[in-house]
């Protein structure tokens, strides 16, 4: 049974900084892609940034310059540091991990950007 487990949120004020962490464990199959996902009240699901198991990244453009994601392949991790975090950026953000035949979602960790 895979297993993705994600840390890391939090509230923090404009301006300010958290990293998120994500690992998957439970599959004998290699990762394609580990990304991230965020989800507002009233909004659909949205790319945040996506890494392959080659190191290559997509970002949105919302968080392009802020935010930079980050894998250690040995053990199945995946990063996120936002940094100049804005009050848009108040969502829960859910890791996705993409095994090519089937992907998984984790739980989910709210990051709430606030004075």
């Known amino acids: 049974q895979v297993h993705v487990v994600e840390s890391g949120g939090g509230l923090v004020q404009p301006g300010g900084s958290l990293r998120l962490s994500c690992a998957a464990s439970?599959?004998?199959?290699?990762?394609?892609?580990m990304g991230w996902y965020r989800q507002a009240p009233g909004t659909q699901r949205e790319l945040v940034a996506v890494?392959?198991?080659?190191?290559?990244?997509n970002y949105a453009d919302s968080v392009k310059g802020r935010f930079t994601i980050s894998r250690d392949n040995a053990n199945n991790t995946v990063y996120l540091q936002m940094n100049n975090l804005k009050p848009e950026d108040t969502a829960v953000y859910y890791c996705?991990?993409?095994?090519?035949?089937?992907?998984?979602w984790g739980q989910g960790t709210q990051v709430t950007v606030s004075s």
């Open positions: 439970g599959s004998i199959f290699s990762i394609i892609a």
């Open positions: 890494i392959t198991s080659g190191g290559g990244t």
């Open positions: 996705n991990v993409d095994y090519g035949i089937h992907d998984y």
